[in-house]
């Protein structure tokens, strides 16, 4: 999850929020699988982006994922992060940055994975180009990501509601068109898996690094 602007009192404030509400056992009943599914797909060294409170850390193959290199912003995020990635069965590498400025060498990596993330970065389309140029050819993209809705009516209403969640969530915004902006960045959409929801729809998307 991305920082917020008010300072380090209030991204702790929501990051003890956000570690609450994940832990919630309809909220673990519904995420936990998707993601299982993707992380399950990722292999080789690993990008994770905006690795939050550390959830996807215990779900990684030691049989197929070498290391993780988890990037996340938020300090607060962090102090959760850490926990987990101390107890994880393949290495985990914490690094505070955003997605927009990976320190990382051009194709670096075999897979990234995010998990509701690109909703809430700053700048998503620098973000997913970053991630394209640490990719190597053929490289594999994972999200799970909530998304701007198809129907008019429902999108409209996202709009209206983003600004309130931009503040009180995270920066979240819920009318992003995560997989148009993948798409415009370079990936090419291999599965998509559609779970709709009125105002808040979810994708469950495989995508590759084409050259």
Same mark, same amino acid.
């Given at each position: 999850?991305s920082?917020?602007?008010?300072?380090?009192?209030?991204?702790r404030?929501f990051?003890?929020?956000?570690?609450?509400?994940?832990?919630?056992?309809?909220?673990?009943?519904? $995420?936990?699988?998707? %993601?299982?599914?993707?992380?399950?797909?990722?292999?080789?060294?690993?990008?994770e982006?905006?690795?939050?409170?550390?959830?996807?850390f215990?779900?990684?193959?030691?049989?197929?994922?070498?290391s993780?290199?988890?990037?996340?912003?938020?300090?607060?995020?962090?102090?959760?992060?850490?926990?987990?990635?101390?107890?994880?069965?393949?290495?985990?590498?914490l690094?505070?940055?955003?997605?927009?400025? $990976?320190?990382?060498?051009?194709?670096?990596?075999?897979?990234?994975?995010?998990? $509701?993330?690109?909703?809430?970065?700053?700048?998503?389309?620098r973000?997913? %180009?970053?991630?394209?140029?640490?990719?190597?050819?053929?490289?594999?993209?994972?999200l799970?990501?909530?998304?701007?809705?198809?129907?008019?009516l429902?999108?409209?209403?996202?709009?209206?509601?983003t600004? $309130?969640?931009?503040?009180?969530?995270?920066?979240?915004?819920?009318?992003?068109?995560?997989?148009?902006?993948?798409?415009?960045?370079g990936f090419?959409?291999?599965?998509?898996?559609?779970?709709v929801?009125?105002?808040?729809p979810?994708?469950?998307?495989q995508?590759?690094?084409?050259?």
């Amino acid at each position: 999850m991305s920082q917020q602007p008010d300072g380090l009192t209030a991204r702790r404030r929501f990051a003890r929020s956000y570690e609450r509400m994940s832990r919630r056992e309809d909220t673990e009943r519904f $995420l936990t699988p998707l %993601r299982r599914e993707v992380t399950a797909q990722a292999h080789g060294r690993v990008l994770e982006i905006g690795a939050g409170n550390g959830l996807n850390f215990a779900l990684y193959s030691p049989d197929k994922v070498t290391s993780v290199e988890a990037i996340e912003p938020d300090t607060a995020m962090l102090e959760y992060a850490r926990e987990r990635a101390a107890k994880a069965s393949v290495p985990i590498h914490l690094i505070q940055t955003p997605v927009e400025r $990976l320190p990382f060498a051009d194709e670096s990596f075999e897979s990234a994975v995010s998990t $509701l993330v690109l909703c809430s970065v700053n700048d998503p389309r620098r973000g997913l %180009r970053e991630v394209w140029r640490v990719l190597k050819p053929g490289g594999v993209l994972l999200l799970v990501e909530h998304v701007r809705a198809r129907g008019a009516l429902a999108a409209a209403m996202q709009d209206i509601v983003t600004p $309130l969640t931009r503040l009180f969530a995270g920066n979240c915004h819920w009318n992003r068109p995560t997989v148009q902006l993948a798409i415009e960045a370079g990936f090419k959409i291999e599965q998509r898996r559609d779970l709709v929801w009125s105002l808040l729809p979810f994708v469950v998307v495989q995508a590759v690094k084409e050259i």
